[in-house]
Nanobody
Framework: VQLQASGGGLVQAGGSLRLSCSASGTIFSIAGMGWYRQSPGNPRELVASISSTASTRYEDSVKGRFAISRDDNKKTVYLQMNSLKPEDTAVYYC???????????????WGQGTLVTVSS
């Protein structure tokens, strides 16, 4: 199973970016999916998550600015980021709890990270 993240880049404060993360491999099902971020000197933190029933949760600093969604047919999770601020600058990682075909357990998988840089 692989998670491929894309969509990062350089944007001015107030701008928008949309991150995508697609899962591939022998996947039977995907449960929760999420986006985390990590900036230099800081621990990785959860930004947003979405359950298999599309229930969402957001870190307080991004509420009202970011929106997480998923397309189960495409095995893809998205993060729409609006009104970006310099403090949003970080490497963003996607995460998914995956059940592999033929197995009964769920395992967490991570994407490779995509850099988001917001200039002031």
């Amino acid at each position: 199973v692989q998670l491929q993240a894309s969509g990062g880049g350089l944007v001015q404060a107030g701008g928008s970016l949309r991150l995508s993360c697609s899962a591939s491999g022998t996947i039977f099902s995907i449960a929760g999916m999420g986006w985390y971020r990590q900036s230099p000197g800081n621990p990785r933190e959860l930004v947003a998550s979405i359950s298999s029933t599309a229930s969402t949760r957001y870190e307080d600093s991004v509420k009202g600015r970011f929106a997480i969604s998923r397309d189960d047919n495409k095995k893809t999770v998205y993060l729409q980021m609006n009104s970006l601020k310099p403090e949003d600058t970080a490497v963003y990682y996607c995460n998914a709890d995956v059940r592999i075909s033929g197995l009964k357990k769920w395992y967490p998988y991570w994407g490779q990270g995509t850099l988001v840089t917001v200039s002031s």
